[in-house]
């Protein structure tokens, strides 16, 4: 009788579609970049008005680590992972920091991201106080662009 539940038990609890859930690596980071242009479209990082070694993002008392994606072009970091309004400080140089605010919202699960936790995806992002439209990149990564 015992070995009936628990073969019933498992096949209650089977994933649909096969899917081992060992199997699967879950992509947990989310890339964020913001590219920082000047009136004319210059790219202020590959004029070097900004340089990334001196860039430093914050959120909370946490420094994040920029990730080396296009650095010619872009300031790219993981978000946070916190559902809603998240805050991140950026300070571009000695003499000037920003404030960029993401809300984020959880995806609706898929057969993929069954076995994982929710994917997120940003709904909206103020920069400075200005809401910036969110672009999809080629690579699906997702940016904004700031205009100094």
């Not at 609890?13 to 199997?23: E, F, M, S, V």
């Not at 004029?47 to 909370?60: A, F, H, M, Q, V």
Request: hydrophobic letters at 40%.
């Amino acid at each position: 009788f015992v070995s009936i539940f628990v073969l019933v038990f498992f096949s209650a609890c089977k994933i649909d579609d096969g899917i081992d859930c060992a199997l699967v690596d879950c992509a947990t980071d989310q890339i964020f970049s913001i590219e920082f242009k000047d009136a004319e479209g210059t790219n202020l990082i590959t004029n070097e008005t900004y340089k990334l070694e001196d860039i430093e993002i914050t959120s909370g008392d946490r420094q994040l680590e920029l990730v080396p994606l296009d650095t010619t072009k872009l300031v790219t970091f993981i978000i946070s992972r916190n559902i809603g309004e998240t805050s991140y400080t950026i300070k571009l140089n000695s003499s000037e920091t920003d404030t960029l605010v993401l809300d984020t919202k959880q995806q609706q699960n898929t057969n993929f991201n069954q076995c994982c936790p929710p994917l997120l995806f940003i709904e909206k992002a103020i920069y400075n106080e200005n809401q910036k439209e969110i672009v999809k990149m080629d690579n699906g990564f997702e940016k904004i662009i700031v205009v100094k």
